[in-house]
C-alpha cells in the first residue's frame, strides 16, 4: 500500500533530483573531491537555489551577480557551484521536481486518496511549472536537449502513480486513469501559464482535470 511505503522513505532531497537532471554534474566540491557537500557548503547551495526560484519568477534574466548578492554569498560561490546560468535553471527545476516527488509520499499519510490526488495535480502547478518566465526557458531547454529531462519526467510519473493508484484502488476516480497521460496533462497546463492570471487559470483547469478523473468512478456520486 501506498501509505506504509511513504512511511518508510526518506526525504527526498534537492541534491537527488538535481543529480536527475544532470545538475550535480557540475557541483564543483563533489566533482572534485568525490565527497559530499560540507554542511556550510550545501547550505549556500540551497540558498541560491531558493534565491534563483523567487529571482527567476520576477525576472529569469536576474543577473546571477545580483542572485549572489541576495543569497549573501559572493559571485565566486555561486559559480563554484553553477558554472552557467543553465546550470541553475537545471538546479532550480531539480528542486521543484525534488519537492513534487516528496509530496507524492506525503500528501497519502495526510489526506484521503482522493484528496491527496487533488492537492498533488495543483501542487504540480505550482512545482513543476518553476513559476511563470521560466517555462519557455525550459521548454527551450527541453528541445535542445530532451535526454537531460527524461529522468525528471520519470520521476514524475512515479510521483503520479504514487498519489492516483490508490484513489483508483479507492474507487473515488476512474480505473482507466494513466500516470503518464495525467503527467503529460499537467505538463500541458503548466506551459500555458505564462502570466499570474494564466497561473491561476491553470489551478482552476486543473480543478476541471481532477472532476473529470472522477468521472464514471465507482464511488462518485
Given at each position: 500500500?501506498?501509505?506504509?511505503?511513504?512511511?518508510?522513505?526518506?526525504e527526498?532531497s534537492a541534491e537527488?533530483?538535481?543529480?536527475?537532471?544532470?545538475?550535480?554534474a557540475?557541483?564543483?566540491?563533489?566533482a572534485?573531491?568525490?565527497?559530499p557537500?560540507?554542511?556550510?557548503?550545501?547550505?549556500?547551495?540551497q540558498k541560491l537555489?531558493d534565491v534563483?526560484?523567487?529571482?527567476?519568477?520576477?525576472d529569469?534574466?536576474?543577473?546571477l551577480?545580483?542572485?549572489?548578492?541576495?543569497?549573501?554569498v559572493?559571485?565566486?560561490t555561486?559559480?563554484?557551484?553553477?558554472?552557467?546560468?543553465c546550470?541553475l535553471?537545471l538546479?532550480?527545476y531539480g528542486?521543484?521536481?525534488?519537492?513534487?516527488?516528496q509530496r507524492?509520499?506525503?500528501?497519502?499519510?495526510?489526506?484521503?486518496?482522493?484528496?491527496?490526488?487533488?492537492e498533488?495535480?495543483r501542487?504540480f502547478?505550482?512545482?513543476?511549472?518553476?513559476?511563470?518566465?521560466?517555462?519557455n526557458?525550459?521548454?527551450s531547454?527541453?528541445?535542445?536537449d530532451?535526454?537531460?529531462f527524461e529522468s525528471?519526467?520519470r520521476v514524475m510519473r512515479?510521483s503520479?502513480?504514487?498519489v492516483?493508484?490508490?484513489a483508483?484502488?479507492?474507487?473515488?476516480?476512474?480505473?482507466?486513469?494513466n500516470?503518464?497521460e495525467?503527467?503529460?496533462g499537467?505538463?500541458?497546463?503548466?506551459?500555458?501559464s505564462?502570466?499570474?492570471?494564466g497561473?491561476?487559470t491553470?489551478l482552476?483547469?486543473?480543478?476541471?482535470?481532477?472532476?473529470?478523473l472522477?468521472?464514471?468512478?465507482?464511488?462518485?456520486p
Amino acid at each position: 500500500m501506498a501509505r506504509s511505503s511513504a512511511a518508510t522513505k526518506p526525504e527526498v532531497s534537492a541534491e537527488t533530483a538535481v543529480a536527475k537532471t544532470k545538475t550535480a554534474a557540475n557541483d564543483a566540491d563533489s566533482a572534485v573531491c568525490g565527497k559530499p557537500l560540507r554542511a556550510d557548503a550545501a547550505r549556500n547551495r540551497q540558498k541560491l537555489i531558493d534565491v534563483a526560484t523567487t529571482a527567476f519568477t520576477d525576472d529569469v534574466d536576474t543577473p546571477l551577480d545580483e542572485i549572489a548578492k541576495r543569497a549573501g554569498v559572493g559571485i565566486g560561490t555561486l559559480y563554484r557551484h553553477f558554472p552557467t546560468r543553465c546550470d541553475l535553471v537545471l538546479a532550480v527545476y531539480g528542486d521543484q521536481v525534488a519537492g513534487l516527488e516528496q509530496r507524492s509520499y506525503d500528501l497519502p499519510q495526510e489526506l484521503e486518496p482522493g484528496e491527496a490526488l487533488h492537492e498533488w495535480m495543483r501542487g504540480f502547478v505550482e512545482y513543476y511549472a518553476v513559476k511563470m518566465g521560466l517555462i519557455n526557458l525550459l521548454r527551450s531547454m527541453t528541445q535542445g536537449d530532451p535526454e537531460t529531462f527524461e529522468s525528471a519526467r520519470r520521476v514524475m510519473r512515479e510521483s503520479a502513480a504514487r498519489v492516483l493508484q490508490p484513489a483508483i484502488d479507492a474507487g473515488v476516480v476512474r480505473a482507466d486513469a494513466n500516470p503518464a497521460e495525467l503527467v503529460r496533462g499537467l505538463g500541458g497546463v503548466c506551459l500555458a501559464s505564462g502570466t499570474p492570471e494564466g497561473q491561476e487559470t491553470s489551478l482552476a483547469v486543473v480543478d476541471l482535470i481532477y472532476d473529470g478523473l472522477r468521472f464514471g468512478a465507482p464511488g462518485h456520486p
